[in-house]
């Protein structure tokens, strides 16, 4: 049985990625001196740390544009929906497990803006990774017919 996914749910899904997006370079400067630490790095391997960096904001960025622009499209039961959304659907299942596995919250410090943050943050990705596995669960039932 295939359920209805609100579209106004994939949309702030789509505006919370984007959040994340541009609120990412904050993070990483304020939050967590990302940049004292990678300049301990040899030269290439900061600008692959750099770069891994851009590709997260900008994948974060691109989903959420995705999400905003295509909110039908992404629930249309086709082949290239079950691909982009289990793509989307795994990216976000996979940051979740990570935050929970690898990222102690005891590292965020403790001012009271940060610590509030990262919960809102962590409530986004859980966020993320429901919407995106709805929608793949719902196009993998319309397709397979099941």
């Not at 993070?27 to 790095?41: A, E, M, P, S």
């Not at 900061?46 to 989903?63: P, V």
């Not at 809102?120 to 719902?138: D, E, G, H, Q, S």
Request: hydrophobic share 50%; net charge positive; proline share 3%.
């Amino acid at each position: 049985m295939k359920y209805n996914i609100l579209n106004w749910l994939i949309v702030v899904a789509g505006i919370g990625q984007i959040f994340t997006a541009l609120i990412y370079p904050y993070i990483r400067h304020r939050v967590f001196d990302w940049y004292t630490d990678v300049k301990q790095l040899k030269p290439l391997n900061q600008e692959i740390a750099k770069t891994y960096g851009r590709y997260i904001q900008g994948l974060n960025f691109s989903f959420g544009c995705i999400a905003i622009v295509l909110s039908k499209e992404l629930q249309n039961g086709t082949t290239l929906a079950i691909a982009l959304t289990g793509l989307i659907c795994a990216y976000w299942v996979g940051k979740v497990a990570t935050q929970i596995a690898y990222y102690p919250m005891y590292t965020i410090p403790q001012k009271t803006i940060f610590k509030v943050g990262s919960y809102f943050m962590n409530m986004l990705f859980v966020l993320f990774a429901l919407v995106f596995t709805w929608l793949f669960i719902n196009n993998c039932i319309s397709y397979f017919n099941l």
